[in-house]
């Protein structure tokens, strides 16, 4: 017996020996649940995490009190670890009216130019069969890094230099939280469509 308990004593120090050590780990900020493209991050949504170093974006967050009150351009994935390029609508957001969220659409360049921040339009579905209207009294809000400029790049979202000519400009607009699920999805299919109103 004392034999059998030797053994036992030297296989499990052999195991603990070539077992690899865990990988680093540092605290980042995750998603807790799914966040909508467009709706304004709470406190509820986020947490401080363990995430491996290996797996943790370069411009990683790691307090939440920096992305409450930001609004996301893409959809956030529960666990997906927060950089500041996700979540780097909150100086736009402090600009929508009280009880409004963001929402970033794509509409022709034409009339994407011709909107400036200030404007209120209603967004139309051009597909059929859809909903005509999808927002009333849209406010258009500034894009940063646009240039307003005639032949000018917009850069994208976040002006970023190397974004495709061929993108759609995005124009963020601050909604009724209800429109916002509907509206996002229609652009996102590329049947959305703007109409001036005063």
Known sequence: ??????????????????RPAPPPTR????????VDAGAELRRSDVEARPVPTAMVPAD?????????????AVPLAAGLP?????????????????????VPVRLDDATARLLRPGDR???????A???????????????????????SSTGGLLGGAGAQESAPPVTLVAVDPDEAAALSAASGAGALAAVLVR
């Open 1 to 18: 017996m004392l034999v059998a308990v030797c053994c036992g004593v030297a296989a499990s120090a052999t195991v603990h020996v070539l």
């Open 121 to 127: 339009v209603d967004l139309v579905a051009t597909a």
């Open 27 to 34: 605290d980042v900020v995750v998603a807790v649940r799914p």
């Open 129 to 151: 069969g859809a909903s005509p209207y999808l927002a009333r009294r849209a406010l258009v809000l500034p894009v940063a890094g646009r240039v307003p400029q005639s032949g």
């Open 82 to 102: 927060l950089s500041a390029a996700l979540v780097s609508g909150g100086a736009v957001a402090a600009l929508a009216p009280p009880g409004t969220v963001v």
């Open 60 to 72: 990683a967050l790691s307090d939440p009190d920096d992305v409450v009150g930001h609004v996301p």
